[in-house]
């Protein structure tokens, strides 16, 4: 049986952190993203405005919100989606962080949230760093 194909990835990024550990409030969050270069991609590179409109905060907060691709090399094995949010007015929240639309690459295999790595940095106002975690869904259409 032939592998499953898609032309869109939608993956939403997750955080999950105890925000009562913070003195203050949770006021950044990054979230790093491994993606499949070879199976995903998004058109652009650093924060142009294509790489921009792909990307969406999910989480409620306000403040300066703004997304950076790097493409490693031709391989496509190692490629980085950095996504962050820093709010001084009111604290981030865990839970759905941002979702992300990735065009799926011709002939490729769908991916799976296996195929993505997810390294989160959570920080308060006041600079302490909180342990966290994060996860990824993704669906896939045709």
Do not use: H, W
Not at 16 to 22: I, K, L, T
Not at 44 to 55: E, F, K, P, W, Y
Not at 59 to 82: E, I, M, P, R, T
């Amino acid at each position: 049986t032939a592998a499953a194909s898609c032309k869109t990835a939608t993956v939403t990024i997750r955080t999950s952190y105890e925000a009562q550990a913070a003195p203050d409030f949770v006021a950044g969050v990054t979230a790093m993203l491994r993606y499949p270069g070879t199976a995903l991609d998004i058109p652009g590179t650093g924060n142009q405005s294509t790489v921009l409109a792909r990307v969406t905060n999910l989480s409620g907060a306000g403040g300066l919100f703004s997304a950076g691709d790097q493409d490693s090399d031709q391989s496509g094995s190692d490629d980085l989606l950095s996504v962050g949010l820093i709010s001084t007015g009111s604290a981030v929240s865990a839970g759905d962080f941002a979702r992300v639309l990735f065009d799926c690459v011709s002939g490729a295999s769908a991916p799976t949230a296996d195929d993505f790595d997810c390294i989160p940095d959570v920080s308060s106002l006041f600079g302490n760093t909180l342990e966290a975690t994060c996860s990824v869904t993704v669906a896939t259409a045709e």
